[in-house]
């Protein structure tokens, strides 16, 4: 059974700084391009940040400069180093795995709520 467990996010002011976790299991996690994709309010998901396998990273524009994506194989998991926070950073943060092969397998977490707030 595939798991992706998010953790590490909470209520932070702005200009401040959270780590998200994610802990993946049931998958070979290596192979797997890791992501972090983000839902506001009353908005559609978005990409926050990818990692391959082999380590790079793709970020949004909005977060270029802010945020850091980082993957350890041996630990089957994946971070999201949140710098520098603005209130528009609020939403749920998913991680996602996902896999072209001969077919597609794309695996979603639970969520996270990261709250950016005075």
């Known amino acids: 059974q595939v798991q992706l467990v998010e953790s590490g996010g909470g209520l932070v002011q702005p200009g401040g700084s959270l780590r998200l976790s994610c802990a993946a299991s049931?998958?070979?996690?290596?192979?797997?391009?890791m992501g972090w994709y983000r839902q506001a309010p009353g908005k559609q998901r978005e990409l926050v940040a990818t990692i391959t396998s082999g380590g790079a990273t793709n970020l949004a524009d909005s977060v270029k400069g802010r945020f850091t994506i980082s993957r350890d194989n041996a630990k089957n998991m994946v971070y999201l180093q949140m710098s520098n926070l603005k209130p528009e950073d609020t939403a749920v943060y998913y991680c996602?795995?996902?896999?072209?092969?001969?077919?597609?397998?794309?695996?979603w977490g639970q969520g996270t709520q990261v709250t950016v707030s005075s």
């Open positions: 996602n795995a996902d896999r072209w092969d001969t077919i597609r397998r794309n695996y």
């Open positions: 049931g998958i070979f996690f290596s192979v797997y391009v």
